[in-house]
């Protein structure tokens, strides 16, 4: 369920949070505000977290996403045979 709801107002559509208080100015459209929604519960769920493999601290996307880009783009490169470093220098499948 959403944080944010939308409402018609006077010119446009308002986006409220969970408290009612108006979050931004109004979108031209019901479909503009939800992408404006969306686009917020997104940047919530936005945090700094550590890399799994390499220990960087990358913009995370959420907690499905704890890799971070160098490592994502070199474990779709290997084969999947192919051992994966890990933080502590050990190698592991």
Do not use: D, W
Not at 18 to 41: K, M
């Amino acid at each position: 369920m959403s944080q944010f709801r939308i409402i018609r107002s006077r010119g446009g559509y308002a986006i409220l949070n969970e408290a009612g208080t108006q979050v931004g100015g109004l979108s031209s459209s019901y479909a503009v505000a939800e992408r404006v929604v969306q686009r917020l519960e997104q940047a919530g769920r936005n945090k700094r977290r550590p890399c799994m493999c390499c220990g960087t601290t990358f913009t995370s996307e959420g907690p499905h996403n704890r890799l971070c880009g160098h490592c994502r783009t070199r474990s779709s490169a290997l084969p999947p045979e192919a051992p994966v470093p890990s933080r502590n220098g050990t190698r592991h499948r």
